[in-house]
């Protein structure tokens, strides 16, 4: 049994509007290429932002998926594998690395049909006691 893992999770958005095509088998094969931000400060201070440009395919019904639902700019959510194939262009080998999803999650919310901000989900907060919500009041005798 391998002890290796290959496995990716990324958070980004959209570039582009989704590009599928059908292969010979029959089979959708959807790419989209998502923008991952990172920041740090320099050795002055100063915020510096970057930003990573990640290539992501995703076959079958996910694939399915990703080109009915996504858009440019949506924010998702991207697990699978990293992949390298190649390819030879002008007797030229090249190379492309690119995420084979098997995992995807919207991140985005809809209201009034226009994507807005995700909104955290969380637990209500308990409401604080009053006076009038005392232990003895519990007790029935």
Do not use: H
Request: hydrophobic share 30%; proline share 5%; aromatic share 8%.
């Amino acid at each position: 049994m391998s002890r290796d893992l290959n496995k990716c999770c990324f958070i980004g958005r959209l570039g582009n509007d989704p590009e599928s095509k059908e292969l010979p088998s029959g089979n959708t094969v959807t790419s989209i290429s998502i923008a991952v931000g990172d920041d740090y400060k320099d050795k002055q201070g100063n915020k510096v932002e970057q930003t990573e440009w990640v290539r992501v395919s995703a076959f079958g019904n996910l694939a399915d998926i990703m080109a009915k639902y996504l858009r440019k700019g949506s924010r998702v959510y991207i697990e699978g594998k990293m992949k390298t194939r190649s390819w030879e262009q002008d007797g030229v080998k090249r190379y492309a690395t690119e995420i084979n999803a098997s995992e995807m999650y919207m991140l985005d919310t809809k209201q009034d049909g226009q994507q807005a901000q995700e909104q955290p989900k969380r637990a209500p907060e308990p409401e604080p006691a009053t006076a009038q919500d005392s232990f003895d009041d519990d007790i029935p005798f």
